[in-house]
């Protein structure tokens, strides 16, 4: 089993920025993706963004298109999520995920094997 670890979270003013990591350990590291996920109080946790490791595909979700961007550094086993010109919605507790077997499905929470922790994102008007 893999584990993640996230960071970088914290608090922010609107339209500022935060990078989050996700840094992962254990096994033998070559996940078929991985994916960003965030959760609000009282709501369900929601699709963010999604990278293929193999070629860096990326997928997001429409409210952060443009805002957000999803990279990895493979060397070091890390995933990133680089939030710009962020918004009061945006705060959640942030978590990583991996999945390690091909599927179409990314945007699913349930299909993914390991999870990070969780970061707090807090975005102040």
């Known amino acids: 089993q893999v584990q993640l670890v996230e960071s970088g979270g914290g608090l922010v003013q609107a339209g500022g920025s935060l990078r989050l990591s996700c840094a992962a350990s254990?096994?033998?590291?070559?996940?078929?993706?991985m994916g960003w996920f965030r959760q609000a109080p009282g709501k369900e946790r929601e699709f963010v963004g999604a990278?293929?490791?193999?070629?860096?595909?990326?997928y997001y979700t429409d409210s952060v298109k443009g805002r957000f961007t999803i990279s990895r550094d493979s060397a070091k086993n890390t995933l990133y999520l680089q939030m710009n010109s962020l918004k009061p919605e945006d705060t959640a507790v942030y978590y990583c995920?991996?999945?390690?077997?091909?599927?179409?499905?990314?945007?699913?929470?349930?299909?993914?094997?390991?999870w990070g922790q969780g970061t707090q994102v807090t975005v102040s008007s």
């Open positions: 995920a991996a999945r390690n077997t091909p599927t179409g499905l990314l945007r699913l929470a349930r299909i993914y094997d390991d």
């Open positions: 254990g096994r033998t590291f070559s996940p078929y993706a």
């Open positions: 990278i293929l490791w193999s070629d860096d595909r990326t």
